[in-house]
């Protein structure tokens, strides 16, 4: 079953932290709105909800990246990279590191 939120457990008896799966979907929004080369997917006029989703199974954090590349840009270095950067702040920011940064091009900006 899906969860909503992840939770981290800290090193001491402090407590646990916990993050919701909208913290993962602002981060990777900022990491692709810093790229020129890369536009986040718009969503469909029938579903009103945004293309990017974050799922959480069993603590394990899985994220699906719908984008539109520039059509000058090479496309697997730019997926590449865009994926790499999406790992190292989730990483960096919440010491999370995600199971797995899904990126699917599903067009081209003209």
Known sequence: MAQEYITLE???NLGTVRLNKSVF??????VIEEDENVK?????????TNTLSSNINE????MNVPIQ???KAN??????NL?????E??????GLKPASIEIQVVGFIF
Do not use: P
């Open 59 to 62: 603590n394990q954090l899985s």
């Open 40 to 48: 986040l997917a718009e969503s469909s006029r029938l579903r009103n």
């Open 69 to 71: 590349i520039n059509y």
């Open 25 to 30: 979907t602002s981060i990777a929004l900022n």
């Open 10 to 12: 800290n090193n001491g």
């Open 89 to 94: 702040s989730i990483s960096y920011m919440t």
């Open 83 to 87: 994926q790499h950067k999406i790992f």
């Open 75 to 80: 496309v697997s270095d730019v997926c590449a």
